[in-house]
């Protein structure tokens, strides 16, 4: 039995949809706003505030392992429904909250772990959501959007000890904009187009220290429209630490723009 901890996006519903294939036996914590997994079999709503009933549901469905996949948002934590456990344990969870959203799954992970509960990846039925290294597409990116790359790849090294801050947008060797809390999407739409065509990089890797178990880059269709949106010419990803969703879209539309797809290892 695998614990599934749900939260917002598409990546729980494809997870879920092979686990079904593969006929693994499963729960599902739903910690989604919408309560999206209601009427899913062995669907149990709960809260971060809620380890009791979290890991009192986990050890009496005899589940030793958990998948965390889609975007658990940070809470008001003034306005949480404790349990005894969520009293005792909350604290440590608002001092890492200061570190941004991430930091938030990986003290629950902690806390698991003390529970002799195991955390999996979060692609870890789902291999094929991470790419290889290689070019995806037609267009391959020329010595100006190298050296683009080359850039972006600096400046996240140098944001080391930001954690939100997994991709960067170089555009004629110069910084257009770094990736906030408020995610790549949120970096996107802030940036403006400058000329008709295309160029600039936008390149979206893990932080050294991230945990990769469930805090892979995410990119899909919606972000490669954005980049085209805004006039950048292509995306760089690290080898098997992504997740891209709608591939064979994102590639197509992507050839289509005369866009480029990278994946260094």
Avoid: W
Avoid at 239 to 244: G, S
Wanted: aromatic share 6%; glycine share 6%; proline share 3%.
């Amino acid at each position: 039995m695998i614990g599934l901890i749900f939260g917002e996006t598409d990546l729980p519903k494809i997870i879920l949809k092979e686990i079904k294939i593969k006929k693994i036996k499963y729960l599902i914590i739903d910690l989604s706003i919408k309560k999206n997994f209601k009427k899913e079999k062995n669907s149990f709503k709960a809260s971060i505030g809620q380890f009791g009933k979290i890991i009192n549901i986990l050890k009496s469905n005899d589940c030793k392992k958990v998948l965390f996949a889609g975007k658990v948002s940070r809470p008001t934590f003034s306005k949480l429904r404790l349990d005894f456990k969520g009293i005792y344990y909350i604290p440590q969870i608002i001092k890492k909250s200061k570190l941004g959203d991430a930091a938030i799954l990986r003290e629950i992970i902690n806390i698991l772990r003390k529970e002799k509960i195991k955390t999996i990846s979060s692609i870890s039925f789902n291999k094929e959501l991470a790419l290889k290294s290689g070019i995806y597409t037609k267009t391959h990116p020329n010595k100006l959007d190298n050296a683009d790359i080359t850039i972006a790849k600096k400046v996240l090294k140098k944001t080391g000890d930001y954690n939100y801050s997994q991709a960067a947008i170089i555009r004629d060797k110069r910084l257009i904009a770094i990736e906030g809390k408020g995610g790549t999407q949120q970096m996107l739409l802030k940036c403006k187009r400058k000329k008709n065509d295309l160029h600039g990089v936008l390149v979206k890797f893990p932080k050294p220290k991230q945990d990769i178990r469930i805090d892979l880059p995410t990119i899909g269709l919606k972000t490669i429209k954005q980049c085209r949106k805004v006039g950048l010419k292509g995306l760089v990803l690290k080898a098997k630490k992504n997740i891209f969703l709608d591939r064979k879209k994102s590639i197509s539309y992507a050839n289509k723009n005369n866009m480029f797809i990278k994946v260094e290892r």
